[in-house]
């Protein structure tokens, strides 16, 4: 005991408090609020009981980050209520899969917001599709700042849902921000490992040492002023020889189901990290102390056909009580961007409203 008070005396000692109050910024975070009409956005339905808004705030590292509002027409602004974040799918934007979420649990009652992380949609960052873990979890964070000052939002019942790999991103904003007080993944991802080992551990050591050659190799020419090249991402063509798994995300981001292109970016660039950052995520490990976010309850929802399947059941396995994976029968990975007769809502609905 004498030893650890010790490390807390000195960790005091290091990081001190008298510098918070020195530097400390007088003048509050910008915010913006704007409703909007939902009619000019092709790829989700939002329901006549809702009002939607755009928001701007900034995340800690003062970068505007973008998001959709909704707010059930029944409110009351003498009220407090429960708030989800809803991340959207690696390489999308929040009109792809995330706004679904976010409309469809707000029928439910909630206030919910949908947001664009870093470097991608309408949120700030350059060069666009970069890769920044760390920033991506920040936003979940930054997220859960605007909500939480908001009158009408009880900042006690903040909850996240993460889709694909926001499901890792909001994973590691969880370890770390006990404000997030229940947790949501639905055909996640675990970018990290997904980077490091491929699916299913198809990936060799000398395969990932390669990719890291090439993205080094490309940072010269990125510094020399030269041109940014993009990797990954969805095939823009199919044909018979075309992977299933790029032809399940072809028929989400390649056709008018799920094809959306911020007005900031390039058809040809949806989906496509940068070549130069993306092996960032080799050191991204969500999953390391994911118990630690015990007692908060964590919910993994998979299709029980996903490609993706073995990141929820790892990190389930992984993370402490209490926890539930939940599987939907017949359900492929990206089926659960959007296909609402699959979605679980009733169940995401019982989840929220039991832990917030």
């Not at 009981?49 to 701007?56: A, G």
């Not at 118990?291 to 790892?314: C, N, V, W, Y």
Request: charged share 25%; net charge neutral.
């Amino acid at each position: 005991m004498k030893k650890l008070i010790m490390i807390a005396a000195t960790s005091l000692l290091f990081f001190g408090e008298a510098p918070a109050q020195k530097y400390q910024n007088s003048k509050p975070t910008k915010t913006e609020m704007k409703q909007i009409s939902p009619d000019e956005f092709a790829t989700f339905k939002v329901s006549n009981n809702l009002i939607m808004y755009r928001v701007v705030f900034k995340n800690q590292y003062n970068m505007d980050v973008i998001g959709h509002l909704f707010i059930p027409k029944s409110f009351n602004k003498n009220q407090k209520y429960s708030a989800i974040i809803v991340g959207h799918p690696m390489g999308a934007v929040k009109e792809q899969s995330a706004d679904v979420y976010a409309s469809y649990m707000a029928e439910k009652g909630f206030v919910t917001m949908a947001i664009d992380l870093s470097f991608w949609g309408e949120s700030a960052g350059e060069p666009r599709n970069a890769v920044l873990p760390d920033v991506y979890a920040e936003d979940f964070s930054a997220a859960a700042d605007f909500l939480g000052t908001r009158p009408f939002i009880d900042r006690e019942r903040i909850g996240i849902i993460g889709v694909c790999g926001s499901g890792s991103f909001a994973i590691s904003a969880a370890k770390i921000d006990p404000r997030l007080k229940a947790i949501a993944t639905v055909s996640m991802y675990d970018m990290g490992s997904a980077s490091r080992n491929g699916l299913n551990q198809s990936q060799t050591l000398e395969q990932r040492k390669e990719t890291q050659k090439q993205a080094s190799e490309q940072r010269y020419i990125e510094f020399l002023g030269g041109e940014t090249k993009y990797v990954g991402g969805t095939t823009h063509k199919v044909d018979e020889n075309t992977d299933p798994i790029q032809k399940e995300f072809f028929e989400f981001y390649r056709t008018p189901r799920g094809e959306y292109t911020p007005k900031s970016s390039s058809p040809l660039l949806t989906t496509h990290p940068t070549l130069s950052s993306v092996v960032k995520f080799n050191n991204f490990y969500p999953f390391n102390d994911i118990k630690t976010i015990s007692p908060r309850p964590m919910l993994f929802i998979t299709g029980d056909q996903a490609h993706s399947k073995e990141f929820s059941e790892d990190a389930y396995k992984k993370a402490a009580e209490p926890k539930e994976l939940y599987y939907i029968k017949g359900a492929g990975h990206v089926d659960l961007y959007d296909k609402t007769d699959l979605i679980p809502f009733d169940k995401l609905e019982s989840f929220f409203k039991e832990n917030l």
